[in-house]
T-cell receptor
């Protein structure tokens, strides 16, 4: 059973470009979470999605950031017009949605904005 | 809002020695508490989880943690460190069991 997959593992963008980060949850998992880790800091919750629904986006910046989890395909975290402050590691986690709600994490995407 | 404080960003122990990683949380009600481990270039792996059952929680790889409400602490211990324990460890807290709030992490190095 493959774990949570994230791609790309490393992404370099210039200021003003768009970044798309993909997350494929574990098989059978219908809940996806995105976290951001800035240098020297712990992970910060960004958004919680279920298939085709955003459940909690209280950690998402109000502008330039969006997330989706379509009926088919991976979850996408999209950052428009990236700035240097967006440079961070972005982690995706998934859970089956049962009572344990244990989150299984992917290896992360390290975004560098030049 | 909840917060988690991990005392010590780096801990160095000798192989075979006790590993003690400290975690304190701020929460008005007993939360869910977690310890995760992250090996280089990998995602976080759950070590153990406290959910208001037993206050002493046993996890994988010989780790355990004790929930102390009076001290608002959830320190992680392992009696005897192994070289494979070298990694970064994160304490996390949740009220609703999905929005995890993480500490800044503690990097453990193990000396031969």
């Amino acid at each position: 059973n493959a774990g949570v997959m994230q791609n790309p593992r490393h992404l370099v963008r210039r200021r003003g470009q768009e970044a798309r980060l993909r997350c494929s949850p574990m098989k059978g998992h219908s809940h996806v979470y995105w976290y951001r880790q800035l240098p020297e800091e712990g992970l910060k919750f960004m958004v919680y999605l279920q298939k085709e629904n955003i459940i909690d986006e209280s950690g998402m910046p109000k502008e330039r950031f969006s997330a989706e989890f379509p009926k088919e395909g991976p979850s996408i975290l999209r950052i428009q017009q990236v700035v240097r402050g967006d440079s961070a590691a972005y982690f995706c986690a998934s859970s089956p949605g049962d009572q344990s709600n244990e989150q299984f994490f992917g290896p992360g995407t390290r975004l560098t904005v030049l | 809002a909840q917060s988690v404080t991990q005392l010590g960003s780096h801990v160095s122990v000798s192989e075979g020695a006790l590993v003690l990683l400290r975690c304190n949380y701020s929460s008005s009600v007993p939360p869910y508490l977690f310890w995760y481990v992250q090996y280089p270039n990998q995602g976080l792996q759950l070590l153990l989880k406290y959910t208001s059952a037993a206050t002493l929680v046993k996890g994988i790889n010989g780790f355990e943690a004790e929930f102390k409400k009076s001290e608002t602490s959830f320190h992680l211990t392992k009696p005897s460190a192994h070289m494979s324990d070298a990694a970064e460890y994160f304490c996390a807290v949740s009220r609703n069991d999905y929005k995890l709030s993480f500490g800044a992490g503690t990097t453990v190095t193990v000396r031969a």
